[in-house]
């Protein structure tokens, strides 16, 4: 059904795998898309940033095992734009590089739909120069060649070895691996030197990169050794002898680690970019998000006697971000906290306060709610009342010490944390090691991941009660020294790197 509003579609280049590649423009219309249709090479780093509220439409998924057919495609792509909807079409690479990418506009055109192709770093040279080697190289050839190896169906023209061993440049062959013996036999009757160097490269630019560096003779046999699976590039020339000395996405720091971070979605990002500045690959899974309540009587009545209380404890950014906005609400600012001492839970939430302007009074030397609850117990006297606004779902642990001693405190809920789902990516045994900051999301990630084994998960804990959460499902743990994103870091460099 046509509506009045008139969709458009963009054909959207993923890039290899790496999201660090995928382009600021590209980057740009996911953001604003209603609808994502999206292949199986698009990378779970790109796969993480989709838009929270579009439409996702998995076409490399398989429903029956057979990926959904190319006019299948088509036709959902016109039907949605038919619909009004923007609509991003998401592809491994670069769409036009064996992409089909023509194929979809195709239709989109015949029916006057808008669009816009927004190019992608296709895989036939970025995949090269993640494992070392150049395609083109002044020493050793002025030209390279990009060539398809699925010539499976029968209209497909067979591929012309004696013009390509014509050329004397790097070739590169695409979806080449079921036929890697047909293409370096039939090079080596065309007349190439058996002694060409060659390579099979799989999984490039992920942390899991494989690379066989052999000669057309044997490239064959020694990836078959290897066991070289899908997808993976051929790439036949002088060029790959350079694979080796100029190798080095491997030697990052943590350049063979695939990473999952689980923090909420708009605080992942510190994390990430650690992480990612050691090489790591990293997966966003923000299987939490927090939401400030909407009934917000009780803080709103905190605020409004704000001078009953001589202490105010924040156990999270979240709570201290929440707490100013309300009190900006009430119209007060912090010259009506002049008096009332400060206490955070750990380094980020003591941040926090200090961004408002106010130094930080008491924290905990281990960050978690049962630390900052005994301390406040030793510090706070029976005539003193302490104000904590922190999430619905806080723990007991921090009431107790002021129960056990009598203290005055009001425990307001100023926020509720909310499960993610239906997200495009999920944990999978690829992923080496999940990095969890609090123990709710640990939590959150068995909720979003409820069929999987727990025990084969490695979980990187920022602290105690983190990793007693994770190792309650069953899961590996290992703890961070300290309760610290940096401090994380460093420890997985150590393990991992
Ligand atoms: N449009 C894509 C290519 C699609 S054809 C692009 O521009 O990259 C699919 C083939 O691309 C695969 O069979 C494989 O040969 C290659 N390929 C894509 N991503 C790859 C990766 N990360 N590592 C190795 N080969 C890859």
Redesign the pocket.
């Known amino acids: 059904m046509k509506t009045d509003k008139t969709g458009k579609v963009w054909l959207v ?1 993923a890039g ?2 790496d999201p660090g590649l995928f382009t600021l423009k590209g980057m740009k219309v996911l953001e604003e898309a209603q609808v994502v249709i999206y292949d199986h ?1 698009v ?1 779970a780093g790109v796969l993480s940033m989709m838009p929270k509220d579009a439409e996702l439409i998995d076409v490399g998924k398989i429903a029956g095992n057979h990926p959904v057919p190319q006019h299948e495609i088509n036709r959902i792509i016109l039907q949605k734009a038919l619909e009004g909807k923007r609509v991003v079409r998401l ?9 089909r990418g023509g194929e979809e506009l195709e239709l989109l055109s015949e029916n006057n739909i808008p669009f816009e192709v927004v190019p ?1 770093i ?3 040279v970025s ?1 090269p120069a993640y494992n070392g080697i150049p395609v083109t190289h002044r020493d050793f050839t002025s030209s390279f060649h990009v060539i ?3 010539t499976r169906n029968k209209d497909e023209a067979e591929i012309d070895y004696e013009a390509l061993v014509r050329l004397e440049g790097t070739l590169v ?5 079921g036929a890697m013996k047909k293409i370096c036999s039939g090079l080596i009757s065309a007349g190439m030197s058996e002694d060409m160097p060659a390579a099979v ?6 942390a899991h ?1 494989r690379k066989v560096v052999s000669t057309v003779k044997n490239l064959c046999e020694d990836s078959e050794k290897t066991g070289i699976k ?4 051929i790439i036949v020339g002088k060029v790959c002898s350079l694979a080796d000395k100029f190798s080095w996405a491997e030697k990052r720091p943590l350049g063979k680690l695939k990473v999952a971070v689980t923090r909420p979605k708009d605080r992942a990002s510190a994390l990430a970019d650690r992480l990612r500045e050691q090489g790591a690959e990293v997966v966003l899974l923000p299987s939490v998000r927090t939401e400030k309540r909407r009934d917000n009587r009780a803080i709103s009545d905190a605020i409004n006697n704000i001078s009953d209380y001589s202490w105010i404890a924040f156990t999270s950014p979240a709570g201290v971000k929440i707490f100013f906005e309300i009190l900006k609400e009430k119209k007060k600012d912090i010259r009506n906290l002049s008096g009332i001492k400060f206490a955070a839970i750990g380094s980020t939430t003591t941040e926090a306060v200090m961004q408002k302007g106010i130094f930080v009074d008491l924290v905990p030397e281990k960050y978690n709610g049962g630390e900052l609850g005994k301390l406040l117990a030793e510090k706070v006297s029976d005539k003193e009342k302490i104000l904590i606004p922190r999430a619905a779902i806080g723990t007991e642990d921090l009431i107790r010490p002021l129960e056990d001693k009598g203290l005055y405190y009001d425990d307001i809920p100023v926020y509720d944390t909310i499960w993610e789902t239906g997200l495009a990516v999920k944990y999978d045994s690829s992923i080496d090691a999940v990095a969890f900051t609090s123990a709710s999301t640990v939590k959150a990630f068995a909720e979003n991941n409820k069929n999987i084994d727990f025990s084969s998960v490695t979980a990187v804990c920022i602290g105690e009660q983190t990793a007693k959460a994770a190792s309650d499902l069953g899961m590996k743990i290992l703890i961070s020294p300290e309760a610290t994103i940096d401090a994380m870091v460093r420890y997985m460099t150590e393990i991992f790197g």
């Open positions: 280049g290899p795998s090479l990378g592809k491994g690479g670069d769409p036009f590089v064996f992409g992608g296709t895989s036939a995949v398809t190896g699925h062959f695409l979806m080449g691996v490269l799989e999984n490039g630019t992920s990169q899908t997808p993976a590039i």
